[in-house]
């Protein structure tokens, strides 16, 4: 189980985040822009799960690069991450935080923080190794993003 503690220690590991809140609930940014917040359920959402119920526990929505990631998320572990009919078109998911691990959580918000940090930021942060962000023994290094310029070239 991952607790909203551990994840603001996580975040706390990535360069140039600021923590604030949005609608009353923590939200992280990298270069004004938002990668990760804490998504509890509004009574709309809970209405919508109808007879099933509602993943419990913190909730944490964050950021990926776009729809295909969304759902190759989804598919890699789908009783930690999921969706729901607001995130619909939005590249998001959200973590049931109590059903995590620390290790999924943390490369979440390392994509997440990759997904929307400037580029020359995103390239510094990999330009300095596969362990910064990581927790020990991560078997999966951070990425490029896709769409992301290498440095010196130029997007058309």
């Not at 140039?16 to 990668?35: D, H, I, L, P």
């Not at 009919?85 to 691990?101: E, Y």
């Not at 930021?121 to 310029?149: I, V």
């Amino acid at each position: 189980m991952v607790t909203l503690a551990d994840v603001a220690r996580m975040v706390a590991e990535l360069p140039e985040v600021s923590e604030g809140k949005s609608y009353g609930n923590r939200t992280w940014t990298v270069g004004k822009k938002a990668f990760a917040w804490e998504r509890p359920f509004t009574k709309a959402d809970i209405k919508r799960f109808g007879d099933e119920p509602a993943p419990d526990g913190p909730i944490l929505a964050v950021r990926v690069d776009d729809l295909g990631e969304k759902e190759a998320v989804i598919a890699s572990n789908p009783k930690v991450f999921f969706t729901i009919s607001h995130f619909d078109g939005f590249a998001a998911v959200l973590i049931q935080l109590k059903k995590a691990t620390k290790r999924a959580v943390r490369e979440a918000l390392t994509d997440a923080w990759l997904a929307c940090a400037p580029p020359r930021l995103a390239e510094e942060f990999l330009e300095q190794g596969p362990s910064r962000g990581r927790s020990r023994g991560a078997a999966r290094a951070p990425r490029r993003p896709p769409g992301r310029a290498r440095p010196g070239s130029r997007r058309r």
